[in-house]
């Protein structure tokens, strides 16, 4: 039996739950950010000063969006035309940014994802800051010069001049490289609103997490994590939450925060890691960090974790989780026909979507830092990582080593790519330099400039910064003379075992010797340094999608003009393959390169202003018959792919007809007519000697896959004697 009081007690109760207690305004987001693409004005212009450029009408600017360059170059012709751009000097931005729209009770923090190459930002006529390099991410603590009252303008100069002896760029690397530095904003652009007490912005930015994951030797794991602060109050503490890739929260840890302490370390346990296994199984962890106090959370961070365990051993190569995996990819430029280097999402998810196409595992950011959507994709496609900074060919302008600048500019770059890259699982190896030696061993250089001894600093650098992965550098030209008699030979200071790996850029066949002399020359490189990891970290040759030739093995080749027939292309490939294939003790091969790029030293083939070594064209619409013979070779896609598909108008009757193809045997047809089963040898599939009718004639090709049937064809067009 009720009793009254029990009773009324139980009714209260029940109200209470059923009315739910007032809500309180939600909080502030704890970061949050206004994108600044739209609105900026621009003009090129190496005459303008700040002041000027402040007081220019605004009929003397072009109105554009960001990411921007003023840049274009290469065209698929002989000589330039109105579409190229190949100015170097100084662009002006300038937007106009309303200070009334800003969240009260923030900081105002402006990050540039990139500025090629040197980058002064003016706010309201005052000077903010400088930063030197053209490809890393850079912030500003705009705070104090923004008036939340009124509008501000904001003042851009991106400066991508042409080094030279006393030159704006003397002190930044690289002074020399075979790609364009393109200028201008050509990555996004935000102004981030963070609370006084943040995850620290400031250090080279990073994004002030830096996770380490360790994996036991009996399968356990755990979480290492460092998180640098800035502006802590009493009363506050850190909150850090390991998600697994479904969002559940596997691990977390609490602690507090002094006032004014700048950073804290601590771990998390994770007992049985999901790996992070490649392109097999790219799985991936989130770290969120948290800010907090007694009124909610005032600041936070995710970045990417991914447990896995690498090894490189110079006989066997290079090992993911304690399982051998031979590492094969290409290296990439990150320029576009039309864009320059002002990409969008879209075009990295192209780019990455056609290597993966083609079955590599492994990329080589080359020569420089990637765009952050770049490291994110290679995470999420399984990608294994070469990333490097811009040193690139020589040291100095003279007979003399890397000046101070220059010194400093290098271990500022190294920093920054480290630290803000830290978190990405996908990157195994950071490199310090790319044909360092280039100048100095072609005679361009006296041997005075001598780039051992930064890269030794660098070296150092980057193992105190990361001492969770190798250090690697790429070599031009070590013992690629040794045909020569030695009074011939250039001078060649060796590079190897500075790194703790090393790559070997290698043309055997394209700039000299012959093909079948890469493999017998990696093997004496590999005897006289048997202790260290050894790699190609290119290899390749130019192709023209308009040259052709019947007989590339006897065809002579003009590697720095013209022609670059396509088929000379793809058999330079085939006799290199197999030849790195067949060495165990690579830990990895990279194709130069996967697109076709700009450079303004190059007049060849059929373009100008392009290195044609790519695999795919500059503007990603053709994919060459190389493309395929790899795609054969790696890929576990049924591939049919008849070769020279390009060259429609013969005037020989005779030709063989190639094929690539990962099917044992392809069914060719000629008008119609069986040509009968071809055996495919090592995916390649070949009839020495068909006839061309006159007029038009179609090829086809047919191989059956588990799948079902794949054809390809093609038509040629035989011409009157």
């Given at each position: 039996?009720?009793?009254?009081?029990?009773?009324?007690?139980?009714?209260?109760?029940?109200?209470?739950?059923?009315?739910?207690?007032?809500?309180?305004?939600?909080?502030?987001?704890?970061?949050?950010?206004?994108?600044?693409?739209?609105?900026?004005?621009?003009?090129?212009?190496?005459?303008?000063?700040?002041?000027?450029?402040?007081?220019?009408?605004?009929?003397?600017?072009?109105?554009?969006?960001?990411?921007?360059?003023?840049?274009?170059?290469?065209?698929?012709?002989?000589?330039?035309?109105?579409?190229?751009?190949?100015?170097?000097?100084?662009?002006?931005?300038?937007?106009?940014?309303?200070?009334?729209?800003?969240?009260?009770?923030?900081?105002?923090?402006?990050?540039?994802?990139?500025?090629?190459?040197?980058?002064?930002?003016?706010?309201?006529?005052?000077?903010?800051?400088?930063?030197?390099?053209?490809?890393?991410?850079?912030?500003?603590?705009?705070?104090?010069?923004?008036?939340?009252?009124?509008?501000?303008?904001?003042?851009?100069?991106?400066?991508?001049?042409?080094?030279?002896?006393?030159?704006?760029?003397?002190?930044?690397?690289?002074?020399?490289?075979?790609?364009?530095?393109?200028?201008?904003?050509?990555?996004?652009?935000?102004?981030?609103?963070?609370?006084?007490?943040?995850?620290?912005?400031?250090?080279?930015?990073?994004?002030?997490?830096?996770?380490?994951?360790?994996?036991?030797?009996?399968?356990?794991?755990?979480?290492?994590?460092?998180?640098?602060?800035?502006?802590?109050?009493?009363?506050?503490?850190?909150?850090?939450?390991?998600?697994?890739?479904?969002?559940?929260?596997?691990?977390?840890?609490?602690?507090?925060?002094?006032?004014?302490?700048?950073?804290?370390?601590?771990?998390?346990?994770?007992?049985?890691?999901?790996?992070?296994?490649?392109?097999?199984?790219?799985?991936?962890?989130?770290?969120?960090?948290?800010?907090?106090?007694?009124?909610?959370?005032?600041?936070?961070?995710?970045?990417?974790?991914?447990?896995?365990?690498?090894?490189?051993?110079?006989?066997?190569?290079?090992?993911?989780?304690?399982?051998?995996?031979?590492?094969?990819?290409?290296?990439?430029?990150?320029?576009?026909?039309?864009?320059?280097?002002?990409?969008?999402?879209?075009?990295?998810?192209?780019?990455?979507?056609?290597?993966?196409?083609?079955?590599?595992?492994?990329?080589?950011?080359?020569?420089?830092?990637?765009?952050?959507?770049?490291?994110?994709?290679?995470?999420?496609?399984?990608?294994?990582?070469?990333?490097?900074?811009?040193?690139?060919?020589?040291?100095?302008?003279?007979?003399?080593?890397?000046?101070?600048?220059?010194?400093?500019?290098?271990?500022?770059?190294?920093?920054?790519?480290?630290?803000?890259?830290?978190?990405?699982?996908?990157?195994?190896?950071?490199?310090?330099?790319?044909?360092?030696?280039?100048?100095?061993?072609?005679?361009?250089?006296?041997?005075?400039?001598?780039?051992?001894?930064?890269?030794?600093?660098?070296?150092?650098?980057?193992?105190?910064?990361?001492?969770?992965?190798?250090?690697?550098?790429?070599?031009?030209?070590?013992?690629?003379?040794?045909?020569?008699?030695?009074?011939?030979?250039?001078?060649?200071?060796?590079?190897?075992?500075?790194?703790?790996?090393?790559?070997?850029?290698?043309?055997?066949?394209?700039?000299y010797g012959k093909p079948a002399d890469l493999g017998p020359h990696l093997d004496r490189m590999h005897a006289r340094y048997p202790a260290v990891p050894l790699s190609v970290s290119e290899y390749g040759a130019g192709g023209a999608l308009t040259q052709h030739v019947a007989d590339p093995a006897s065809h002579k080749i003009n590697a720095g003009g013209r022609p670059h027939p396509e088929e000379y292309q793809s058999w330079l490939h085939?006799?290199?393959?197999?030849?790195?294939?067949?060495?165990?003790?690579?830990?990895?091969?990279?194709?130069?390169?996967?697109?076709?790029?700009?450079?303004?030293?190059?007049?060849?083939?059929?373009?100008?202003?392009?290195?044609?070594?790519?695999?795919?064209?500059?503007?990603?619409?053709?994919?060459?018959?190389?493309?395929?013979?790899?795609?054969?070779?790696?890929?576990?896609?049924?591939?049919?792919?008849?070769?020279?598909?390009?060259?429609?108008?013969?005037?020989?009757?005779?030709?063989?007809?190639?094929?690539?193809?990962?099917?044992?045997?392809?069914?060719?047809?000629?008008?119609?007519?069986?040509?009968?089963?071809?055996?495919?040898?090592?995916?390649?599939?070949?009839?020495?000697?068909?006839?061309?009718?006159?007029?038009?004639?179609?090829?086809?090709?047919?191989?059956?896959?588990?799948?079902?049937?794949?054809?390809?064809?093609?038509?040629?067009?035989?011409?009157?004697?």
């Amino acid at each position: 039996m009720w009793r009254w009081p029990t009773l009324l007690a139980a009714l209260l109760v029940a109200a209470c739950a059923a009315t739910p207690p007032p809500q309180a305004a939600p909080p502030p987001p704890a970061r949050s950010a206004t994108e600044l693409a739209k609105g900026w004005q621009f003009r090129f212009d190496d005459a303008l000063t700040p002041e000027t450029a402040l007081a220019l009408p605004d009929a003397e600017w072009q109105a554009v969006t960001l990411p921007h360059t003023w840049n274009r170059l290469g065209e698929y012709r002989i000589g330039r035309t109105g579409a190229t751009d190949n100015r170097q000097g100084k662009g002006w931005y300038r937007l106009r940014l309303d200070g009334r729209t800003l969240p009260a009770g923030k900081r105002h923090v402006i990050e540039f994802d990139a500025v090629g190459n040197i980058a002064d930002l003016w706010v309201n006529g005052r000077h903010v800051g400088r930063h030197a390099g053209a490809w890393s991410r850079f912030r500003f603590d705009l705070t104090g010069y923004l008036d939340p009252a009124r509008a501000n303008i904001l003042l851009l100069r991106a400066d991508n001049s042409a080094p030279a002896p006393g030159s704006s760029t003397a002190g930044v690397i690289p002074l020399d490289g075979d790609f364009f530095i393109h200028g201008g904003p050509y990555r996004g652009v935000r102004l981030l609103h963070v609370a006084p007490s943040h995850i620290a912005l400031g250090d080279h930015g990073s994004a002030g997490v830096f996770a380490t994951p360790v994996v036991e030797s009996d399968g356990s794991g755990r979480l290492d994590v460092r998180v640098e602060l800035e502006g802590i109050a009493a009363g506050q503490s850190l909150v850090a939450t390991l998600r697994d890739a479904e969002g559940r929260s596997i691990g977390e840890a609490t602690r507090p925060v002094a006032a004014g302490q700048r950073g804290l370390e601590f771990s998390i346990d994770v007992p049985a890691p999901h790996r992070w296994d490649g392109r097999a199984d790219p799985y991936l962890y989130r770290l969120d960090t948290r800010l907090a106090d007694a009124g909610g959370t005032l600041d936070a961070v995710s970045v990417p974790v991914g447990f896995r365990t690498i090894r490189f051993d110079p006989e066997q190569g290079f090992f993911l989780n304690g399982r051998h995996l031979p590492l094969h990819g290409v290296s990439r430029h990150q320029d576009y026909l039309g864009k320059g280097w002002a990409l969008t999402r879209a075009d990295h998810e192209r780019d990455m979507a056609l290597i993966a196409e083609m079955g590599a595992n492994t990329v080589r950011f080359a020569h420089y830092q990637h765009a952050p959507d770049w490291y994110e994709l290679a995470d999420r496609y399984g990608m294994i990582v070469w990333s490097e900074i811009p040193f690139v060919n020589k040291i100095s302008f003279g007979a003399a080593t890397a000046s101070p600048d220059l010194v400093a500019n290098a271990r500022t770059q190294l920093q920054e790519l480290i630290r803000q890259n830290y978190n990405h699982p996908s990157v195994v190896t950071w490199g310090v330099g790319n044909e360092v030696d280039l100048d100095v061993a072609l005679g361009r250089l006296d041997p005075k400039a001598d780039a051992r001894p930064l890269l030794r600093e660098l070296n150092a650098l980057a193992h105190s910064e990361d001492a969770t992965r190798p250090t690697v550098m790429a070599d031009c030209c070590e013992a690629t003379h040794e045909t020569l008699t030695p009074d011939a030979r250039p001078v060649q200071p060796p590079l190897t075992g500075i790194t703790d790996l090393v790559g070997y850029n290698r043309y055997y066949g394209w700039y000299y010797g012959k093909p079948a002399d890469l493999g017998p020359h990696l093997d004496r490189m590999h005897a006289r340094y048997p202790a260290v990891p050894l790699s190609v970290s290119e290899y390749g040759a130019g192709g023209a999608l308009t040259q052709h030739v019947a007989d590339p093995a006897s065809h002579k080749i003009n590697a720095g003009g013209r022609p670059h027939p396509e088929e000379y292309q793809s058999w330079l490939h085939e006799q290199s393959w197999p030849q790195l294939r067949d060495r165990p003790y690579l830990w990895a091969t990279w194709i130069w390169n996967m697109f076709d790029f700009a450079s303004k030293v190059r007049q060849e083939g059929d373009a100008t202003d392009i290195n044609d070594k790519g695999l795919v064209t500059y503007d990603r619409k053709v994919k060459k018959d190389a493309f395929y013979y790899y795609k054969a070779q790696w890929s576990n896609a049924p591939v049919v792919h008849i070769t020279s598909r390009r060259w429609r108008d013969r005037t020989d009757a005779k030709t063989a007809i190639k094929v690539y193809s990962n099917a044992p045997r392809v069914a060719l047809t000629l008008n119609g007519a069986s040509l009968g089963d071809i055996a495919c040898a090592d995916r390649i599939c070949t009839f020495p000697d068909a006839t061309l009718a006159p007029g038009e004639n179609v090829v086809t090709a047919r191989a059956d896959f588990p799948s079902g049937p794949v054809r390809d064809e093609v038509r040629w067009t035989l011409a009157a004697p």
